[in-house]
């Protein structure tokens, strides 16, 4: 059986995809963005799902699905924070600003 497995370009396509429709933008500094790429595609091949690489998968489907990437508390810690607990996704005005200030 050649079962595929999941590459970091794999979900970048995705999540960059999704940060263009929610208005957010990808982690600029592509070696930390990779590590957590790489980490999401590892538990997809692990686990099954696009599991956050940054928390525990307990085995519990109910509490798990909380944690699929874009998990359940990534709008409100890019809300606060600027970012998601990964720092996968950020807010684009911050970097936007960020920008302008230089
Ligand atoms: S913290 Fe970020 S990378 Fe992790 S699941 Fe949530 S949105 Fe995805």
């Given at each position: 059986?050649?079962?595929k ?6 979900v970048h ?21 990779d ?27 109910i ?40």
């Open positions: 059986m050649s079962e497995k999941t590459t970091k370009e794999d396509a995705w999540t960059s995809k999704y940060a263009d429709k929610a208005g957010y933008m990808l982690n600029p500094d592509e070696e930390m963005r590590l957590v790429l790489e980490g999401i595609a590892k538990n997809k091949d692990t686990h099954g799902k696009n599991y956050c690489p940054c928390r525990i998968v307990t085995g519990d489907e509490e798990d699905k909380k944690i699929v990437c874009p998990c359940i508390y990534h709008k409100e810690e890019i809300e606060s924070d600027g970012s998601c607990h990964c720092d996968l996704f950020f807010r684009k005005e911050d970097q936007e600003e960020d920008e302008k200030e230089d």
